[in-house]
């Protein structure tokens, strides 16, 4: 990957730099303070170069709210719906078909927080499509390129 393609496909967030790895120095026996210790060690970045967007955090926690509650919401209301037709209606339904449809909908929740983060828009200045298909397939690119890149500095 090029400097101008990876300059491209870097997050409005991202910092500039990549994190260097710490030298490692032979440490010598010198004795010193905790406020020298404390000055010597700064991050290599700022919290607000790392943080979020909090116009990125609200349009993911938006996405979350929806493609997560959605189907917890479902799923809590069959187990009342079923609670009620036992004991209301005299309607048993078979417990498997219950916990199935409670697992499904349960399995479905735990989905929607993954598909809710990746589907938003990461750039400030995009809100993005309705359902956030392609920005899914972007966003699942970076991450996966990261898994990579990481899985290839391991090696």
Known sequence: MSAEESERSRLPFEPNKKRQKPVKVQKTPIKTTTTEKSASKQPPFRK???AIPKVVSQ??????????GGPTALG????????????QARIQLPPLLVLLVNMGLFGLGVLGITYGVLSASWDEAQAGSLLGLSEFGTNWGRMVAVWRETRQKNV
């Open 76 to 87: 809590i209301a069959t187990l009342v719906v079923s609670y009620l037709l036992a004991t």
């Open 48 to 50: 607000e170069e790392m």
């Open 59 to 68: 349009r993911m926690i938006r996405r979350v709210a929806v493609f997560c």
